[in-house]
């Protein structure tokens, strides 16, 4: 089975950049026709879908956080990453990477990670 696992800092200074890495297991990134997400639940807070990158390359963002957003792959390493710009508190968070299957969904996330940003 396809395996996520996400790594990265833990604690972010406000204002500086949140960077993330997904590395994938089990499954190419570039398969089609499989797209590769980030999500993130804030605490207490419900799933928010930020950006994904789909197995062509192609990119997607949310609206509220494509200014801030940026996410890349490296395929040699089967990985993709995530950079969110300018963190607040407000972006404290539990951040998963998953893939995206069309007509199924989100079939397989990883443990997700524990990001907090400093006040």
């Known amino acids: 089975q396809v395996q996520l696992q996400e790594s990265g800092p833990g604690l972010v200074k406000h204002s500086q950049t949140l960077s993330l890495t997904c590395t994938v297991f089990?499954?190419?990134?570039?398969?089609?026709?499989?797209?590769w997400s980030w999500i993130r639940q804030p605490p207490g807070k419900g799933l928010e879908w930020m950006v994904f990158?789909?197995?062509?390359?192609?990119?997607y963002y949310s609206p509220s956080l494509k200014s801030r957003t940026s996410i890349s792959r490296d395929t040699s390493k089967n990985q993709f990453s995530l950079q969110l710009s300018s963190v607040t508190p407000e972006d404290t968070a539990v951040y998963y990477c998953?893939?995206?299957?069309?007509?199924?969904?989100?079939?397989?996330w990883g443990q997700g990670t524990q990001v907090t940003v400093s006040s």
């Open positions: 998953a893939r995206e299957f069309r007509t199924v969904g989100y079939d397989y």
């Open positions: 089990g499954g190419s990134i570039t398969a089609s026709h499989y797209a």
């Open positions: 990158i789909g197995y062509d390359g192609s990119t």
